[in-house]
Each structure stands twice: as C-alpha cells, then as structure tokens.
C-alpha cells in the first residue's frame, strides 16, 4: 500500500500513465443533458408522467446528476471507493461545481444560508478504507454560504442479504440518522457519489424535513439510469 502512494500517477479509468491522475481525454465522460428529464428525480422523460417518481416515495425536492453511469465512471467508482485511490474524483470538480450552480440557481435560494450534506459513513466501510470519499468530495465544493456538514450517518442495521431490491428500499426506514452536527437552515443540498433507486436521498430528506421543513436537494456525481 505505501509503495502505492509513490507511483506514477495514471487515469483511473483506463489505468493509463498521467501527470495528473485525472481521467484522460478519452475516458471522460459527456456530462448528462438537462433537457427531457423530471424536474424532481431528473430521470429521462419517456411520457408526460414520471414512472420513476409514481413507483416511489420520493421526499427530497429536486435532484440534479453530472455524470451517466457508463464502464469508465463504473471503473472511477470502484477505484474511489474500495481500491484506496482517493484522488479519483478530482477530475469531476469543474462540472460538479457547475452542475451545483445550476441547482441553487434553479431554486432561487443562492443568498439564503443553507448546508451541503455528506452521509457519513457507518462502521462496515470503515475496515475498507481509512477516508469518506463523499466528505472528500464535499470539501471541495463547499463555499461560505453552504458550508460542508456530515449532519447524517448511516446507521448499521441487521444482515439483508435475504431482501430483494424492493424490500430493501422500505428497510432504508432507520437506516440512517442524524448527527450531532445537525443544524437548522432554510434549504439542504444533499451530495452523492451514485444516485440509484433513490432510497437514500429519500430517507435523508424524510428525516431532515421532519427536523426542519427545509427545501431538500440532491446532487450527485453519477447516475446510474
Ligand atoms: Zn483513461
Ligand atoms: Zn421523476
């Protein structure tokens, strides 16, 4: 693992040589299209109604996503999360950030104060590495007016291995509370690396909503549709 940390640095993608350890040219993603998508959960639009919003309970206000989930971000993915490379997400910064201004800007809340949220990790992923990659990630975009804050955490809840995908999406209830760190605002951004059935940011948003009545929006890196 030290070895590691002194190496050349390559793409996280490809795994090709690089001076910077961002994704090459080649392996960067298009980021995902506004136009055609829900204006609450931003799946592409095949009808007039959402599907994805009429099968679920979705409780945060509205989400926004950068990235589609193809094989280079799938590779990112696994290499942030479980294979130590911390550093694999800072090629996305610019259009993250430029993707949370669309977000505050839509919601006509630039000026009021509000909380960008982290879900701080529960105690599994803590054997797998020794950093939060969404807490890196929020550091990064964080700003005075929205300050970076892990006012959630996942909670370790019994063994689900059992549970279909359905199932597991209403075991979510308890699944994660908040923290110490929780503090009163007028709007939340909740930040994700992979925006999927939505579950989470549903579950986070029921809890800070009943904390608070807060507008609740999501953000996340990838989306896998
Ligand atoms: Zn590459
Ligand atoms: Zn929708």
């Known amino acids: 693992m030290i070895a590691h940390l002194y190496s050349p640095t390559e ?91 669309t977000l505050l800007k839509e919601a006509d809340i630039i000026r009021r104060p509000g909380y960008l949220i982290y879900i701080e990790s529960g105690g599994s992923s803590r054997d797998t590495r020794n950093y939060q990659p969404v807490a890196d990630l929020s550091r990064h975009l964080e700003t005075p007016a929205l300050p970076a804050c892990g006012m959630l955490k996942k909670v370790r809840t019994r063994k689900q291995s059992g549970a279909g995908r359905k199932d597991r999406f209403f075991q979510l209830k308890g699944s994660i509370q908040l923290t110490v760190k929780y503090r009163p605002a007028f709007y939340y951004v909740i930040l994700e690396d992979v925006f999927t059935t939505g579950a989470t940011a549903s579950e986070a948003s029921r809890i800070l909503k009943k904390q608070s009545g807060a507008q609740v929006l999501v953000l996340s890196l990838f989306m896998a549709e």
Request: proline share 4%; hydrophobic share 30%; with cysteine.
């Open 11 to 101: 793409c996280p993608a490809c795994k090709r040589e690089n001076a910077t350890g961002h994704l090459c040219p080649g392996c960067r993603p298009e980021m995902l299209s506004v136009y055609g998508r829900c204006s609450i959960c931003f799946s592409v639009l095949a009808q007039r109604n959402c599907s994805f919003c009429q099968n679920r309970n979705v409780l945060f206000d509205r989400h926004i996503s950068t990235f589609g989930l193809n094989s280079e971000c799938k590779r990112v993915l696994q290499a942030w999360k479980f294979e130590n490379e911390r550093r694999a997400y800072l090629w996305s910064l610019p259009y993250l950030k430029e993707r949370l201004h």
